[in-house]
């Protein structure tokens, strides 16, 4: 007979698990009612294969807007023990005009492994504006098969909607390095998107950019870290067109002027739905 601690926390887990459901019927059922046009996802991993991860979201409100349902993965299939430990935190949204301010979120769990975060909007942006939303996730072993096991990961998105642009950016621990290579996509035949590996204060940084991502294709990169041997590369024969080239230095331009605007619209990060790293 189970004691009433437990079972109150059945009962939330229940309640979770009935939220992601229906508010995944209601984006099914619907056309999509924001359009994202910019994601910007850092993920910085530890040694022992924790990762800390920030995910900026710009989107247009298309439709009256409740919730945004955000799935994001893991890399491999973790037990409850690290599910537990996971934090998420919307760290602020600004609509309009409006200052920042904190909005509740609900989480739960897929049976394929994969987290649901739901963000509750206590009003709903009006049709046409734009959004901000800045996700923190301190999420215990998500890199663990990369770090401990030498093992290969991925780290990609996918989209349920069209995306104009998207960052994926990983920083591996100082001494650690892999081999990068694209997932989805083939840089030599489409220079709308490319992957690349920088060193940044002793640390390997890798990511991937790409502009009109198409719906429902998965792309981003994969690392290779089974050599331990080596730094980190990139693969030979990268390409990459100048509108790509143009669109990084247009979104620079756009965080430098949102730090000194009296009103800052975006919150820019360091680094569903969209799905990520898997």
């Known amino acids: 007979m189970l004691n009433p601690f437990s079972r109150t926390v059945r009962e939330l887990e229940a309640h979770r698990a009935l939220v992601s459901r229906y508010s995944k019927i209601v984006a099914d059922d619907r056309h999509p009612s924001y359009e994202i046009t910019t994601w910007d996802e850092h993920v910085v991993v530890e040694p022992n294969g924790d990762a800390r991860k920030r995910v900026t979201i710009r989107a247009k409100v298309l439709e009256d807007l409740w919730v945004i349902r955000l799935v994001q993965g893991c890399g491999w299939a973790q037990p409850l023990k690290y599910r537990r430990k996971i934090r998420v935190r919307v760290r602020e949204l600004s609509v309009g005009a409006l200052p920042p301010k904190s909005l509740s ?56 909607t069209p995306v104009v642009y998207a960052r994926y950016t990983v920083v591996l621990p100082r001494g ?7 997932v989805g996509f083939d840089e030599r035949q489409d220079g709308s998107a490319s992957v690349s590996m920088t060193n940044e204060d002793g640390r390997s940084v ?35 067109v100048s509108r790509l080239v143009i669109y990084r230095l247009d979104y620079s331009l756009t965080a430098i002027r949102s730090l000194f605007a009296r009103r800052p619209t975006w919150d820019m990060p360091n680094e569903g739905g969209p799905i990520a790293h898997g």
């Open 105 to 160: 979120t609900t989480v739960a769990w897929l049976r394929d492994g994969q987290l649901v975060v739901m963000v509750h909007l206590s009003e709903p942006p009006k049709v046409d504006s734009d959004i901000a939303i800045t996700i923190e996730l301190v999420w215990p072993g998500m890199c663990a098969p990369l770090m401990r096991d030498r093992q290969l990961d991925t780290f990609a998105l996918r989209f349920a």
């Open 206 to 240: 890798f990511r991937f950019e790409g502009v009109d991502l198409p719906a429902h294709e998965r792309v981003g990169m994969r690392l290779d870290a089974r050599n331990d041997d080596h730094e980190g590369s990139a693969p030979q024969g990268m390409s990459s």
């Open 176 to 182: 650690y390095g892999a081999y990068v290579d694209p």
